[in-house]
């Protein structure tokens, strides 16, 4: 049981835009900045965005994020068939002093 | 390009000790206020945080593994190691080595992960 909450899938065809959920608590997302990771098959997760909404360099401006209260998304536009991937959000806790993370979100491009 | 490699054995017994390395290469692992930590994902399951340190000896655990995790740095060989003692079949993961920068910027560099199998 993941400590925070994501859906199990989503789901969108070519060029269309999905959100990915992320819920948590007063002590991690509500208090504190959201990153978001890409994981394809068998390779390592890879950050997509961090502190709620900044993007590394090199991550398509496709991929946003935004925070309110104790929920975050993920959003990814202009979907791709090479978008298809696990998303797994993650935040500081407060009360872990360490980081927690969502159960993933097995993203399907139709 | 910052290089996390992990390393180690991909089968413990239970109640043995798990062991293994994270050699750090384009970065030093003495820089910056840059921790070095493990993150473990179960087949099928979400990821888990299991501690991060700083190279100068700071450690932070998960309680919830605390009493049975270690980790060191090794700055000559700029290598992180991880021994988790006492493991069971809820210790078989994909063990990560990542780069932590805190609660402001997360987690930004993973390795390619090692399975690690509990069996007899």
């Known amino acids: 049981q993941s400590v925070l909450t994501q859906p199990p899938s989503v789901s969108g065809a070519p060029g269309q835009r999905v959100t990915i959920s992320c819920s948590g608590s007063?002590?991690?997302?509500?208090?504190?900045?959201v990153s978001w990771y890409q994981q394809l098959p068998g390779t390592a997760p890879k950050v997509l965005i961090y502190r709620n909404n900044q993007r590394p360099s090199g991550v398509p401006d496709r991929f946003s994020g935004s925070k309110s209260g104790t929920s975050a998304s993920l959003a990814i536009s202009g979907l791709r068939s090479d978008d298809e991937a696990e998303y797994s959000c993650a935040a500081w806790d407060d009360s872990l002093s360490g980081p927690v993370f969502g159960g993933g979100t097995k993203l399907t491009v139709l | 390009q910052l290089q996390l490699q992990e390393s180690g054995p991909g089968l413990v017994k239970p109640s043995e000790t798990l062991s293994l390395i994270c050699t750090v290469s384009?970065?030093?692992?003495?820089?910056?206020?840059?921790?070095w930590g493990w993150v473990r994902q179960p087949p099928g399951k979400g990821l888990e945080w299991i501690g991060s340190m700083y190279y100068a000896g700071n450690t932070y655990y998960n309680p919830s593994l605390k009493s049975r995790v270690n980790m060191s740095v090794d700055t000559s060989k700029s290598q992180l190691s991880l021994h988790l003692s006492s493991v069971t079949a809820a210790d078989a993961a994909i063990y990560y080595c990542?780069?932590?920068?805190?609660?402001?910027?997360?987690?930004?560099?993973w390795g390619r992960g090692i399975l690690v199998s509990v069996s007899s």
């Open positions: 007063s002590s991690n997302v509500g208090s504190n900045y």
């Open positions: 384009g970065d030093s692992i003495s820089s910056g206020n840059n921790f």
């Open positions: 990542v780069r932590d920068r805190g609660m402001d910027y997360g987690i930004d560099y």
